[in-house]
């Protein structure tokens, strides 16, 4: 009998995998990943992923399917790979996204180690995205539900990884999801989706750094497009590129963030049509279809979570860096987002955008 350890978060999409894993005759324990107590993050959300809340939906599921629960303790590794990520990125002038630095490290490295560990032979989550095998690759398929597709999060997983991983969920719809879970009677069948960071539940993250980090980010000078200062900025991890509210200024006519630097402490402000931009770089990638890309290579490409993909050609500079070049110009290209590449249903790869 195959062995599955389940992510449970304690939220319903979670709980179904692990019901859909047992009902196809997998040994399965639950496990949820302890990430941070709300008193190190400043926080008192009893709602959090990793709240006892959470945790005590999770066990509640796992001992009414009848298997084994238990929490680990991943706290250190989440701090480092994710909360300090998360600062850094945005002290440097980007734009991070928690959720893929957790996957990459967290929940695919330190969960699969622990799948490792107890001799176990697949890790399983709620992820609505589907892994398939052809010609001895593994592919990573976007999930049925359009409006729930998740690949673009998982786009750093690896050949190793994918051959231990199941997400029972690809194939499915949220509504079914949550039908099953009321049909089996699960206490989460209509919990509330949570939309935010889990680390900073009231979306506030500027807050969240400076209280983390408990340093002041200095003022500088809002630029304009020709470098000439039109205004002071109230710190930079205050800016993300495409902004156009809170910027404090009034100019009587929109403005928008178009880029953030952080060298010499400035923020360029611009009209919307200068948010546009035909090509980026990213690093840090990692292929899932293909070992390399050979040429130009035509795909279709995503630059954030909510944008929808668009045609482009990739080219491979080296190892570690592509260069994406889109048909149309794309708003709002963003330093420290993920760019994933697309062939039809399939994940070819992605980077992060520098």
């Not at 709620?126 to 729930?148: C, I, P, Q, T, W």
């Not at 980010?217 to 205004?231: A, R, S, W």
């Not at 130009?296 to 994406?324: C, F, G, N």
């Amino acid at each position: 009998m195959k062995k599955a350890i389940i992510a449970m978060s304690g939220g319903v999409d979670s709980s179904v995998a692990a019901y859909l894993m047992k009902n196809k005759g997998f040994e399965c324990i639950g496990a949820t990943m302890k990430l941070f107590d709300n008193d190190d993050i400043n926080i008192n959300n009893e709602k959090s992923c990793c709240s006892l809340d959470g945790v005590e939906d999770a066990r509640s599921v796992a001992n009414k399917l009848g298997i084994p629960y238990y929490v680990f303790n991943f706290k250190a590794d989440f701090n480092e790979k994710v909360i300090k990520n998360f600062i850094q990125t945005y002290e440097n002038g980007g734009t991070p996204n928690p959720c893929i630095e957790c996957n990459r490290n967290l929940k695919f490295k330190k969960l699969m180690d622990k799948m490792k560990e107890l001799e176990f032979d697949y890790v399983v989550t709620g992820h609505y995205a589907s892994v398939e095998e052809k010609d001895g690759r593994f592919l990573l398929k976007r999930g049925a539900d359009s409006n729930k597709d998740q690949s673009y999060v998982l786009y750093s997983l690896t050949q190793e990884q994918l051959s231990h991983i199941i997400f029972p969920l690809g194939d499915y719809n949220k509504s079914k999801i949550r039908e099953i879970a009321e049909q089996q009677g699960f206490l989460n069948a209509h919990k509330k989706e949570s939309q935010d960071i889990c680390f900073v539940p009231d979306g506030d993250y500027v807050s969240f750094i400076k209280g983390y980090t408990n340093k002041e980010y200095p003022k500088g000078n809002f630029i304009d497009i020709e470098k000439n200062v039109i205004g002071q900025h109230q710190g930079i991890i205050n800016y993300t590129v495409g902004q156009r509210k809170g910027l404090g200024v009034a100019f009587g006519e929109p403005r928008y963030v178009c880029s953030v630097n952080p060298e010499n402490n400035t923020v360029t402000l611009g009209k919307n049509e200068d948010l546009f931009s035909t090509e980026l770089i990213a690093k840090d990638i990692n292929l899932i279809s293909v070992d390399k890309i050979n040429g130009e290579m035509r795909v279709k490409a995503k630059v954030r979570y909510k944008h929808t993909e668009q045609p482009a050609t990739v080219i491979q500079l080296d190892e570690d860096t592509i260069k994406v070049v889109f048909d149309e110009p794309q708003r709002a290209i963003t330093k420290g987002q993920a760019v994933v590449l697309y062939d039809g249903d399939y994940v070819v790869g992605g980077g992060t955008i520098i």
